[in-house]
């Protein structure tokens, strides 16, 4: 019996596919679509196994569905653009659009090794001039529209490199290259307004029911929709200049307004600008301010710091009582209105900042159960429910009435009223860099800011970037920037900064519907495609990519370009694939190659491998350069075969679970692979199923079952995302195939036996394709199974004849009887009260009511 040889049948299968164009996507009105995008790679250069696993994820879902009649588009591109490019030009010289066009030729090789059913007639690249023209296109429509501004905005700016850094280049607040000081610098920079779409980003969260919660819980709490209270704090003496109407603040609790300790402003605010004119000190607190972090993540862990400016104002509630103004790190500008009233006892930034500035701690929301005399605030705050006390008229009430009330009498007061703010912040898209796509405007002396017409589009960028100094490569090109204006003629210069990233792969799944139409987007082909059925990537990308590209299809659609408002129907976050770390004693990390583990009874000890140096064995992580706990997917293949790579990676653990890559489980995937070809080949050539469906031989019949259920279990597994489960029932089914040997076996079992291999076939063809394609071409399958339909189920072959049913008395289980499959509960009834153990746990007792649970469960209630 031959062994079944990876290395060459997976080629031979992958040249057959592309042969006849298997996977090539087409518009078919008669028969169902069905559109699976896996998030687009950064092409790095290599594929990792983590890759592996989520477009195995998605491959399993295109193949199965072309196989259920659907016209599939399953298509592959690359998010090219962004820094890594920059990175390397920098650091080896090399072209960043060489370097990237050569990673995708490795990846693209890669990813056709994984034998991936896409269309790869599809494909492009945002650095593509044919994308990126099209995307300044829509840059310019949404421009018109009123949703792109420019306006003055702080970032991070590094005093050495010259540029702009995102907040993930800035460890420790120094810039990760240069290692410099970074400072905070206002900058005129190009935004989105994805404002404009808040209420419908939270509103149609509610419509993504194929979505998981938690992520629609974090674009939620992202966007941040509050209804709370705007309004304006006297000050005790004269009001500073321009503030003559008050201080406005914005609070989500104004219940908490008797519990005021100070107010706080941001370190850009108007006012704390105005106090740094006359006062050195608050001069001096806002630069360090300015040094410090900028991103909320990070400004949520710093320390706590603040500055009295000495001002004063006055209590809305109580014209006596005064609080002081202290400009503070932990205030942002643009949320709400750059300005706070702080009740710390209730907040914890405020208590860690009222804590370190001995300022007054005033509890005013009793929790449930406690003692208004004796509750007292500590280090934590109070942030849950109760009661408002120390508050006057809000004593008494509950928190959402007392936040009401509070608003009633502000607005009664003229001060303020009642107002919805948003946490979410229009999108800012530009970029100080050279290897993006270019912002199609031009600035005029004259005219100003001017939008480029179409006509002039592609803007694209120059061939000969140097990316050599700091700084953005494209403000320094002695050419490309200088041209005429559009509207006047007279001299005019390009706008050098360039697209966020995010902005690519805010609407790529719109131009796969066809990539290289002659507009953005081919109305026609995104009507039949749109939105992607099955949407599959990390959850990393939960927040930002998902909300802007979610906000970009709301746009399109607004301006006729889509029929949907919403681009991903189904989301699926998968888990990561994880591997053992290991370290030696001299802190170094290891590859997973370099080490031999050696296991002793329970105990597993690691050596750095052909020597007796003893190997930390670390914590199982996420699949990490930095700790080398990589496994290359190249070797896996060589050494056992895609097919036994991809059933691993799915067959561990759950797909949205993280999986840890162990030697043994690819070892058990490639035994399994092996057995299967192994019953292919023990099968008589010629054989037919046509005899199966009227034999009576048991052993026949029982093997029709076990086909039947497999066919059922698979096919809802498959639907439900469970694909290691649908991968154990094809395991117990190769043992009932095992059972039943060709050997010997009678012309019933063999016609059983065909039938199970030809379901087996289809049924493994979308975790390990080539081996399906080999072993459906073994027994002699029509055709490629690539192209064969799903297998069928019988339902009568599906249900059991008797079922097992529990018996509770008075709720708790006191045995199980068997009962005929749909019997009636009378029968059932009188099956349990013949049943002797039951009788005997009844003993005593006066039966009241039996209910019958048809098929499920019996329960009596006795007394």
Known sequence: MARYNPKETEPKWRQAWADVDAFRAAIDPARPKYYVLEMFPYPSGRLHMGHVRNYALGDVIARFKRARGFSVLHPMGWDAFGLPAENAAMERGVDPRGWTYDNIARMRDELKELGLSIDWSREFATCDVEYY?????????????????????????????????????????????SGAVVEKRKLNQWFLRITEYADQLVDDLETLDRWPEKVRV??????????????????????????EAGLEVYTTRPDTLFGASF??????????????????????????????????????????????????????????????????????????????????????????????????????????GEDPKAFDVGTEAYVGPGVIYNSQFLDGLDVETAKTKAIDVIEGQGLGQGAT??????????????????????????????????????????QDLDFGKPGNALGRHPAWKHTTCPKCGGPATRETDTLDTFVDS??????????????????????????????????????????????????????????????????FTQGMVTHETYRRQ?????????????????????????????????????????????????????????????????????PDRDVQWTTGGIEGAWRFVNRVWDEFESQPQGASSGLAAGSDDPAAQALRVATHKTVKAVTEAIETFRFNSGIARLYEFLNALKA??????????????????????????????????????????????????????DPALTEDAVKVLPVQVNGKRRGEITAPAGAEPADVEKIVLDDPEIARRLEGLTIRKVIVVKDRIVNIVAA
Not at 328 to 355: E, K, S, V, W
Not at 769 to 777: D, K, M
Request: with cysteine.
């Open 263 to 368: 107010v706080g402003i941001a370190p850009d605010h108007p006012l704390a600008e105005l106090a740094a004119r006359s006062d050195p000190k608050a001069a001096a607190f806002i630069d360090k301010c300015r040094k410090g972090a900028i991103s909320e993540a990070e400004i949520e862990t710093q320390e706590k710091e603040g500055y009295d400016t000495g001002l004063k104002v006055k209590h809305p509630f109580d014209p006596n009582w005064e609080l002081p103004v202290w400009i503070a790190n932990f205030i942002l500008m643009d949320y709400g209105t750059g300005a706070i009233f702080a009740c710390p006892a209730h907040d914890q930034r405020d208590l860690d900042f009222a804590r370190k500035y001995d300022l007054p701690v005033r509890p005013v929301v009793l929790p449930p």
């Open 218 to 243: 974090m674009q939620e709490n992202w966007i941040g929709r509050s209804r709370g209270l705007r309004f304006r704090f006297p000050f005790a003496a004269s009001a500073p200049a321009g503030f």
């Open 133 to 177: 023209g099209q995307q300044q296109a829509l840059f310019l429509e949404l421009y018109d529209r009123g949703l792109v501004y420019r306006r003055e905005a702080t970032v991070n700016w590094d005093p050495v490199d010259q540029t702009v850094l995102a907040n993930e280049q800035v460890v420790d607040g120094r810039g990760w290259r």
């Open 586 to 654: 001299n802190g170094e990390w290891l590859e997973p190659g370099e080490v031999e583990i050696v296991v002793e009874g329970k105990t597993r000890r690691a050596t750095l491998g052909g020597t007796d140096e003893v190997v930390e064995i670390g914590d199982v992580e996420k699949m990490s350069k930095s700790k080398k706990n990589t496994v290359a997917p190249g070797e896996i293949f060589e050494a056992y075969g895609v097919d036994a790579a991809r059933l691993f990676v799915m067959s561990d653990s759950p």
């Open 740 to 793: 039943n040997p060709a050997k010997d076996a009678t012309p019933a079992v063999l016609a059983a036996r065909q039938e199970a291999l030809e379901a087996f076939a289809r049924l493994v063809a979308p975790f390990t394709p080539h081996l399906a394609e080999e072993a459906w071409a073994r027994i002699g399958g029509q055709g490629m199974v690539v192209a064969a339909p799903w297998p069928a189920f």
């Open 506 to 571: 805010s609407w790529y799944f719109a131009r796969f519907a066809n990539p290289h139409a002659a507009e953005p987007i081919d109305r026609a082909a995104a009507d039949y495609w749109m939105p992607v059925d099955q949407y599959i990537g990390g959850i990393e990308h939960a927040v930002l990519h998902l909300l802007y590209a979610r906000f970009m299809t709301k746009a399109l659609a607004d301006a006729g370009r889509l029929s949907v408002r919403e681009p991903f129907e189904g989301l």
């Open 421 to 462: 703010v948003y946490r979410l912040r229009d999108w800012g898209v530009a970029r100080q860099r050279g290897w993006g796509c270019p912002i199609p405007v031009v600035h005029c002396e004259k005219d100003g800011v001017v939008p480029l017409p179409k006509s002039a589009l592609p803007v694209a960028l120059p």
